[in-house]
Structures are given as structure tokens and as C-alpha cells.
């Protein structure tokens, strides 16, 4: 149960849903393990999660690792007057999902960053850097390699693991 709300908080970078909804554990929230609370006794999930793929790239198997935090955005409220001083904090309701990671074959090594459903790549053998967008396709990841052209192609990523960091 936990990897599966793992596996939908990832669903969620895509459709900009809020990670840290996906918290909690079926203990009532009585556990005193980190990433299973949720309820009094509990402790509250992280905003951090790692992610384990086996993706294929034309027919070569490669591990992605994927770290995703997410953030989300707030607004600051001022206090009446000529010179208001700050009297608080409100989430504005947003989240940005900042990811950084690993995609390692035997034939080519890959680091990334990004933000929300994409990330910006480098080779590692070389330095090149495209641009990759992640899209959610039922129990897959897709990757969508250089989605503005040229050539864009599409590796499909099958979740081994998931946790909270």
C-alpha cells in the first residue's frame, strides 16, 4: 500500500497534484516510525521521495533514480498601517516538484534536473544536454526525449521502488 501511494504521488508530478497528500499510514497514524504517521502519534511524511525505474532505451535496459521534493508556493499577509509588518503566511494551494537523478546503462550514463514534468539531461560521456518531459501512462513512466523537436522519442519506465527520503 505504501509503494502504491509512492507510485501516485509520482502520478501526481505530472497532473500537478499535491505530494504531500499522499502521507499517512493504515496505523491510524499510532506508528512512531519515521513516513508512516499521519495522526497524532505519527511522523508526518516528507516532501522528499525516491523513485527506482527500469527503462528501456532502444532495447537496452537502464536504471533511472529519480528525487523528487516538492514545494509548495505561499503568499505573506501584511498587517494594516502606513508601515505593515509581516502578520503571516498562506499557501497559495500550488506545488512546484523539483527532481534530480540518475539514468545508468551499460552503454551511457546520464545526470538530470527539473522542474514539474521536465528535467534538462547531460550525458555524461560527452556533456550534450536535451530536454526530457515525464508523462504518466497508467503503471509506466514515459520519457519523451527532446519533446520540442528534433525527433522526439518516447522510453517507457516500469516502478521497481519507491520511498519517502
Known amino acids: ?10 502520478l501526481s508530478l505530472v497532473s500537478q497534484l499535491m505530494l504531500t497528500g499522499c ?5 491510524g497514524g499510532n506508528s512512531k ?3 508512516t504517521g499521519g ?28 528525487n523528487v521534493e516538492a514545494v509548495s508556493d505561499s503568499g505573506v499577509v501584511f498587517g494594516a498601517g ?9 499557501s497559495t494551494g500550488s ?11 551499460p ?23 536535451f530536454r ?4 504518466a501512462d497508467g503503471e509506466n513512466l514515459i520519457m519523451l526525449v527532446n519533446p520540442f523537436g528534433p525527433g522526439p522519442s518516447n522510453h517507457n519506465c516500469t516502478l521497481d521502488s519507491a520511498g519517502y527520503v
Do not use: H, K
Request: with cysteine; hydrophobic share 35%; glycine share 12%.
Open 95 to 105: 506545488v512546484t516538484y523539483y527532481t534530480s537523478g540518475t539514468v545508468t546503462s
Open 39 to 66: 495522526g497524532n502519534g505519527g511522523t508526518p511524511p516528507s516532501n522528499n521521495a525516491r523513485f527506482e525505474f527500469t527503462c528501456d532505451l532502444g532495447g537496452i535496459d537502464a536504471t533511472l533514480v529519480m
Open 33 to 35: 516510525n519515521p513516513g
Open 23 to 27: 502521507g499517512g499510514g493504515s496505523d
Open 82 to 90: 502606513p508601515n505593515p509588518e509581516i502578520s503571516g503566511v498562506v
Open 132 to 135: 526530457v518531459q515525464w508523462m
Open 107 to 129: 552503454a551511457a550514463a546520464y545526470i538530470f534536473t527539473g522542474e514539474n514534468n521536465f528535467a534538462d539531461f547531460t550525458d555524461l560521456s560527452n556533456s550534450s544536454r
Open 1 to 10: 500500500m505504501f509503494r502504491l501511494r509512492l507510485y501516485l504521488c509520482l
